[in-house]
């Protein structure tokens, strides 16, 4: 009996040193497991991001407060709010601010700086103003889609934008619910405003700009150089900024940056991009020069910077003593010296004659930038028109539009992206204008303001 027990007692100790041994081996087993899997997790080569939409939304971390990219757990939409935001994105040759992430990865954005100022339209719908049919070309209309024929590959990166038709009454209760995809070319809806922080973010610019959104009264929204939210009802006489939106297709690529001001996103690849772009900068005959706009045979350039005399000071004279009209052959005007004393300074070999819109602004009690287009002269040199791109860009100088033919007054650009309306005995700066050949080569350069194009002959 005394052997059988100690037999027993043996048996369960041997079974309980197998068990305890079995049960660390399975614990080391167990945390091993654990320690390497989560050491794999931690340093695993980052994920590559192929496309725009996921290199913000994973590259950006998510916030609940102050300034950063936040996350609409209704609607899966990313968005930015704040002022100090990295938003920056690079297409077309204009730098824009994603406004969005939309839930399919559609991206919204808007253009940073505003690229016209003209009256919006004869009603507040959006749909029929004038700032529709100067961003989006209407068949059989002309001088329309403006700004939309600049745009680079737009059935290759480009969807249609999406604009809010709700009727706002009351700024305290903004919506979204209905909505229009007709075009790709909107302008800001009130409700991305206020997502974006409103005169608290980045979309509050010092500029007085419209919304597409208007109220019951038939007036428009804009916001106001103070970043807050009016409503006009002048818009049909009055001039108020336009800042472009368009939508990113879900599919496009990320090629390079981190969102910076300095080092925006980037997605168009090389071969894409034409050679000299609306947009690019030139170095020709002892000035920097911007590409406003281009055709089949030419190139449209304005210089960066106003006239100077021999000591370097902006040189700042009357437009003409008799009348409002551009004319080079009338002696005394801005238009003769541009065209005799200041056209001889100049290396004219790739200048060509240029035709210059100078109809008034305003025809039959209506202002709208297509009347511009009823009225040319033809010159080697000339001036940027009212409501033309690029035309905000240099304060107190003039332009070539007048109002009314026989007002005595011609437009000028002021501070605050604003047209002004002077008599033309006054003085104000020049920013010259010349077309030139496209058949020109590249010398060097990228075409950027700090490494502008050198371009010569072909």
């Given at each position: ?359 008034n602004y305003q025809i039959n009690g209506v202002t709208d930038y297509k009347n511009i287009y009823t009225n040319t002269v033809t010159a080697k040199v000339g001036l940027l028109t ?71 002959g072909m």
């Open positions: 009996m005394k052997n059988k027990k100690e037999n027993k007692k043996k048996i369960l100790y041997n079974v309980v040193i197998i068990f305890n041994i079995l049960f660390i081996v399975g614990l080391i087993f167990y945390y091993g497991y654990r320690l390497a899997y989560y050491y794999k997790l931690e340093h695993q080569p980052p994920k590559e991001l192929k496309y725009l939409s996921e290199k913000i939304t994973s590259g950006n971390q998510l916030v609940n407060e102050g300034d950063g990219l936040y996350l609409e757990e209704d609607t899966k939409t990313f968005y930015f709010k704040g002022v100090n935001v990295n938003n920056y994105l690079y297409y077309s040759g204009h730098m824009w601010r994603i406004i969005k992430v939309n839930k399919d990865g559609s991206m919204v954005l808007i253009l940073n700086q505003p690229i016209i100022s003209i009256t919006f339209g004869t009603t507040s719908q959006y749909q029929s103003s004038f700032v529709h049919s100067y961003l989006n070309e209407i068949e059989n209309q002309p001088y329309t889609g403006l700004f939309e024929q600049v745009l680079n590959h737009p059935d290759s990166y480009l969807k249609k934008t999406t604009i809010c038709t709700d009727v706002i009454s009351n700024v305290e209760d903004i919506t979204c619910k209905k909505m229009i995809s007709q075009d790709l070319v909107g302008i800001l809806n009130l409700s991305d405003y206020e997502l974006s922080g409103g005169k608290n973010g980045y979309l509050n610019n010092g500029v007085s700009y419209y919304t597409a959104t208007r109220d019951n009264y038939d007036r428009i929204y804009y916001v106001h150089s103070k970043g807050g939210v009016s409503l006009a009802d002048d818009y049909n006489e009055h001039n108020y900024a336009v800042r472009p939106t368009i939508t990113l297709k879900s599919n496009i690529k990320y090629l390079s940056g981190d969102g910076s001001e300095n080092s925006p996103y980037f997605i168009e690849e090389q071969e894409q991009i034409s050679t000299i772009q609306v947009g690019n900068y030139v170095n020709y005959s002892g000035y920097t020069w911007k590409v406003i706009s281009k055709n089949d045979n030419t190139y449209k350039l304005a210089t960066t910077t106003l006239l100077t005399d021999t000591i370097g000071q902006i040189y700042t004279r009357n437009f003409a003593t008799k009348t409002n009209e551009y004319n080079p052959k009338t002696y005394g005007s801005i238009a003769y010296y541009l065209n005799h004393t200041w056209y001889r300074t100049l290396d004219s070999s790739l200048i060509v004659d240029g035709v210059w819109n100078i109809g009212l409501g033309e791109m690029y035309s905000l860009e240099l304060p107190n100088t003039w332009l070539l539009t007048s109002l009314n033919e026989d007002d005595g007054m011609v437009y000028t650009v002021q501070e605050g992206n604003k047209y002004f309306s002077d008599v033309i005995e006054n003085e104000h700066g020049i920013r010259p204008a010349i077309y030139i050949t496209n058949q020109v080569k590249i010398i060097s350069g990228s075409g950027v303001l700090s490494d502008p194009y050198v371009i010569g």
